[in-house]
């Protein structure tokens, strides 16, 4: 990598993108080369829509699935019709449009890629976690945050203004307890269960089963969030606490908690996250959902609250 590009940090983000995809595209073409296929690697998105439809489909259609502006979809087609890889016909709804679908000769082209994908597909698992191990859900975090917020409305935005997840310290015991305070108030007496290993007067990471984690979120200065993260075994994590500032519900502060305690899971090469649910918050129920967290037996080693409504896990 050239000094220069160094030198320019987050502000090269984009070019190194782009040159990362480069290269694998040109790898990709090779390896189709070596094993004696007329085929790209930029095909592919377009090709693999087409191989997944059963219906004709328009270039809108094809470009709405895989997020490609209607031209680059469009010279896709061109070079999949040349190579004689799909049929082309009019749209009897839409003169304007023409239905697209593979031909007999693209039908059969699938049977010879599905083993080379499936090679390169592991080959790109093994590369991605070079970078992290949760690499693709990092990609989904950076292309949800450009598609919500685009980058120009984000470059108006002061550094104060946007949430970034911290790292325990001893400094932060105090914010513990005001987030952790008025919820323990409301619902436990102001007493954590001794279980959870955790008091409001020392929160520190030796309370927890060894190789616990602690992280604080915090937005224009102020603390408004926490998570523990509890180690049941070699391979196993749990979610002590979540409390979040509920002033600031609308700011996703628990979703960048959870997202953080999932990286940390995965860089400690665990198989499973586990949380114990309360039935009367449908609201996370929604989130964990979403984050993939299915219903499951609790395993050995955990510790069940008097609240528990249900245990979720997700496997890594």
């Known amino acids: 990598m050239s000094s220069i590009i160094t030198k320019m940090s987050y502000l090269a983000g984009v070019t190194r993108f782009r040159r990362i995809s480069e290269k694998l595209y040109v790898d990709g073409d090779k390896i189709y080369r070596a094993a004696g296929i007329e085929f790209k690697a930029s095909w592919f998105p ?6 997944l439809t059963e219906n004709p489909v328009t270039v809108m259609q094809i470009a709405d699935q895989i997020d ?14 040349k190579q004689e890889y799909v049929e082309i016909i009019s749209n009897p709804a839409d003169g304007r449009s023409k239905l697209i679908s593979l031909s007999k000769k693209g039908q059969k082209l ?17 590369v991605f976690q070079t970078g992290h191990p949760d690499f693709m859900n990092i990609l989904n975090r950076i292309d ?9 409305l ?63 979120a915090r937005y224009k200065g102020q603390i408004v969030g926490f998570v523990a993260l509890k180690r049941l075994d070699n391979e196993r994590f749990e979610f002590a606490r979540l409390y979040t500032n509920p002033v600031f519900n609308n700011l996703e502060i628990d979703l960048k908690l959870i997202e953080r305690c999932i990286c940390r899971c995965m860089e400690n090469e665990a198989r499973e996250l586990w949380h114990q649910t309360i039935l009367d918050i449908p609201e996370a129920h929604i989130l964990f959902h979403k984050l993939g967290f299915i219903e499951k037996e609790a395993p050995p080693g955990m510790q069940l609250s008097d609240q528990t409504g249900k245990v979720i896990c997700l496997e890594f």
């Open 46 to 51: 377009v090709y693999f829509v087409l191989a």
């Open 68 to 81: 490609f502006s209607h031209i680059t979809v469009k010279n896709v087609i061109r070079e999949l019709e």
């Open 110 to 126: 699938i049977y010879r890629l599905k083993p080379i994908w499936m090679s390169i597909s592991i080959t790109l698992k093994k």
């Open 144 to 152: 949800s945050q450009i598609e919500k917020n685009p980058l120009h």
């Open 154 to 216: 984000l470059v108006a935005q002061t550094e104060s203004d946007t949430i970034t997840v911290i790292d325990y310290k001893p400094g932060l015991e105090r914010h513990f307890h005001e987030l952790a305070g008025p919820w323990l108030s409301g619902e436990v007496n102001s007493q954590l269960e001794e279980k959870e290993g955790i008091t409001l007067q020392s929160p520190d990471p030796s309370c927890f089963l060894e190789g616990g984690f602690l992280f604080f």
